[in-house]
């Protein structure tokens, strides 16, 4: 598989914008912790779906084959994902850590593709990795209480979100 990169560049913007709300809720969730885990269902229901949106959107303005089907099966997931966690919020508790270690696992992955396509910077490897191995972490760690994956779910955030600009700018 073969990722375009040009066309990307018209949309440096989505990945800027994606990046800046990964920030945001890290530093939130980091800043108030105990009313994190009371809405963290929600706003990461509503962040993944957000994601999904802004992928798919990339996706249909992107018409050449490379690795168009892994970006619109990921965006279809985050959808899908995003409004099982908006829709049951109790349930999605109980879940969450093996539904955001999956999902950090697939960010991670996404990341090193475009690390692999032209953009062979180390920031965005270590980024890449740094993700997945927080996938990993959190999904086979039971004992992470749920401060803890607040607290590394903000900084995965953070990471995620960094990596995402800097791409976002680099792109530009």
Known sequence: MEL?????RRHWWVFVIRG???ILL??????????????????????????GVSELLRVSRERTVGDREWHLMLGIIDIILG??????????MAILRIIL?????FKGISLFTF???GFTSWWLM????LVFVFGLLVLFNPTFGDMTIILWAAIAFIITGIFNTWLGFSLK
């Open 4 to 8: 375009t990169i040009s066309r990307s």
């Open 20 to 22: 800046i709300v990964f």
């Open 26 to 51: 890290g530093i939130y969730m980091i800043a108030e912790p105990a009313g994190s885990f009371a809405a963290l269902g929600f706003l990461f229901g509503l962040i993944i779906f957000l994601v």
């Open 83 to 92: 409004v099982v966690f908006m829709a049951h919020v109790t349930a999605s």
């Open 101 to 105: 270690g999956l999902w950090f696992l």
């Open 115 to 117: 690390s692999r396509h």
């Open 126 to 129: 270590a980024g890449a990795i």
